[in-house]
T-cell receptor, first 110, second 114 residues
Framework: TQLLEQSPQFLSIQEGENLTVYCNSS?????LQWYRQEPGEGPVLLVTVVTGGEVKKLKRLTFQFGDARKDSSLHITAAQPGDTGLYLC??????????FGAGTTVTVRA | ETGVTQSPTHLIKTRGQQVTLRCSSQ?????VSWYQQALGQGPQFIFQ?????ENGRGNFPPRFSGLQFPNYSSELNVNALELDDSALYLC???WGTGGNSPHHFGNGTRLTVT
């Protein structure tokens, strides 16, 4: 059972389009991390958000942490084929350990 | 800077057998966490090792055990393998035990139990 629910499960878009991936939970997290995982590789950390309401930008990627620190979103502007991968959110709970969502598989078609 | 390396990359075992997976942490990192990632799922926390001691454990039975060595490398041992143990096993190293410490993942060991 995943503590964090990610939606949608799958997303397929054309190059140049925008997309948003959501990560929701009923639990409060001290921080939340986003990772991207490509086939045959381990997850790679993209960003950590700590403060409720925080917005972080990483080139074409925008990450937002909900005010109540229970949810987060990842928005990609003008997606490129290189953005293809499994996007995972992970929350840091009271035990200071990471709890991952099931992930969103993003496919960007050229 | 050497990244996290895991061995072997792939492994096929029979139900009931035992398996040992290995992880070399990134240089400068003193903490190793192990995760199980089933197909179509996110990684599930197995346990963490810090200073050669287990420091936190997820919802996994005792047949999952581990070790950390003085050089911070680590092993994951699984006894009495079951079909449901088939998964990608990921190792992540970090400096410090908190979840906020950036985790650097290896590329995993793909275990298939038949």
């Amino acid at each position: 059972t995943q503590l964090l629910e990610q939606s949608p499960q799958f997303l397929s878009i054309q190059e140049g389009e925008n997309l948003t991936v959501y990560c929701n939970s009923s639990s409060v997290f001290s921080s939340l991390q986003w990772y991207r995982q490509e086939p045959g590789e381990g997850p790679v950390l993209l960003v950590t958000v700590v403060t409720g309401g925080e917005v972080k930008k990483l080139k074409r990627l925008t990450f937002q942490f909900g005010d109540a620190r229970k949810d987060s979103s990842l928005h990609i502007t003008a997606a490129q084929p290189g953005d293809t991968g499994l996007y995972l959110c992970a929350g840091v709970g009271n035990d200071y350990k990471l709890s991952f969502g099931a992930g969103t598989t993003v496919t960007v078609r050229a | 800077e050497t990244g996290v390396t895991q061995s072997p990359t792939h492994l096929i075992k029979t139900r009931g057998q035992q398996v040992t997976l290995r992880c070399s942490s990134q240089s400068g990192h003193n903490t190793v966490s192990w995760y199980q990632q089933a197909l179509g799922q996110g990684p599930q926390f197995i346990f963490q090792y810090y200073r050669e001691e287990e420091n936190g454990r997820g919802n996994f039975p005792p047949r999952f055990s581990g070790l950390q060595f003085p050089n911070y490398s680590s092993e994951l041992n699984v006894n009495a393998l079951e079909l449901d143990d088939s998964a990608l096993y990921l190792c992540a190293s970090s400096w410090g035990t908190g979840g906020n410490s950036p985790h650097h993942f290896g590329n995993g060991t793909r275990l298939t139990v038949t």
